[in-house]
């Protein structure tokens, strides 16, 4: 408050957020990379929060006109009370309020397909469905001016979510900016990407990409994870054809090492943009992750190992379609 109060609000400022500063990815990095690309973009101060930003320092070199600050630091809020646009795909901070002259732009992190927010109602047992983390969505749903959304059944689901009951004019159905990279990637892009990472040769990639399991936590966003994969086995039957791509959801804090399987699975879940990880796969194995919905842009065939759906449906969160029929 203090802070909101103290500075007046800068219209010429973009704070930009992703995942809770966690990375440079999704919406938020598409709509950031879009503005550099215009003449328009010289005229705004940007500020990106990152938990590290030393991490991502080397990023914007030449950038003279960003900024990046640590995120939930002072600074940060300072840039929360100041910037005339704030871009996020995530929660703001507790305690932030937009003031009159701000405008908020939500871009959400993924179309959902299991329950999310306000949705998640029959689950006492899990922090998904206290009543902090309902009243904290609901304050993003009051907040936000824009939120950017990829279809129909997007808005309907993330406007229930956020408990929007006043969307006419506040949703921007236009596609997802962070998808825009699956229709411009090249086979060249593609084989420079796979370089980079290690993987070599003409062989297939699977790219296995699960989600968290609410009971299964060590604190607040820090999900443990269990592989249920038979890595042993798929090497021995596809190791002459395929590789395999592991990445975990950025709320798992279990480090899985895989280096007894060097050469045919690799571990990169902390690397930043996911949507380059889909260019580079030629099949995604998912549970209940939305990244189904952005792959399947790719028309590339996907398969669902949802070894625990009976009690992801009944005990954990619930799905906003039906999982059996639908998938």
């Known amino acids: 408050v203090f802070y909101a109060l103290r500075y007046p609000v ?4 973009i704070l930009f957020e992703s995942y809770w500063g966690r990375q440079f990815a999704c919406s938020p990095r598409a709509v950031y990379e879009e503005l550099c690309r215009s003449s328009a973009g010289r005229k705004y101060k940007i500020v990106w929060a990152f938990e590290e930003p030393e991490r991502f320092r080397e990023l914007f070199e030449g950038r003279k006109n960003v900024r990046l600050v640590k995120y939930h630091s002072r600074e940060h809020i300072r840039c929360y009370a100041r910037a005339g646009f704030w871009i996020t795909n995530s929660r703001t901070p507790a305690g932030i309020w937009k003031k009159r002259g701000q405008i908020y732009v939500q871009t959400w992190h993924g179309t959902p397909l299991k329950k999310i927010g306000c949705d998640v109602v029959n689950h006492q047992d899990i922090p998904a469905a206290n009543r902090r983390t309902h009243r904290n969505y609901r304050k993003e749903g009051r907040q936000l001016d824009y939120l950017v959304s990829p279809s129909a059944f997007y808005t309907e689901k993330l ?12 949703v921007l159905e236009v596609g997802y900016p962070r998808n825009d990279c699956l229709f411009t990637f090249t086979d060249a892009d593609a084989s420079a990407l796979k370089e980079e990472l290690g993987i070599l040769g003409d062989k297939k990639v699977i790219l296995y990409a699960p989600t968290w399991r609410d009971d299964e936590f060590y604190g607040h966003a820090q999900y443990k994870f269990t592989l249920k994969l038979d890595l042993e086995q798929m090497k021995r039957e596809l190791g002459k054809e395929y590789v395999v791509i592991l990445r975990t959801h ?6 899985l090492d895989l280096s007894q399987y060097e050469g ?11 949507a380059r990880l889909y260019l580079i796969s030629d099949i995604l194995i998912t549970d209940y992750s939305s990244v189904f919905f952005d792959y399947a842009n790719l028309r590339r065939p996907m ?11 009944s005990v954990l969160r619930g799905f906003y379609m039906d999982v059996e029929e639908e998938l």
Request: no cysteine; net charge negative.
């Open 10 to 13: 800068d219209k010429r400022m």
């Open 159 to 170: 406007g229930s979510a956020l408990d929007m009951k006043h969307m006419e004019g506040r």
């Open 250 to 255: 950025y709320f798992i804090a279990d480090f």
């Open 264 to 274: 045919f699975a690799w571990n990169l879940s902390k690397y930043d943009d996911i």
């Open 303 to 313: 398969l669902f190992f949802t070894y625990d759906l009976e009690k992801y449906r």
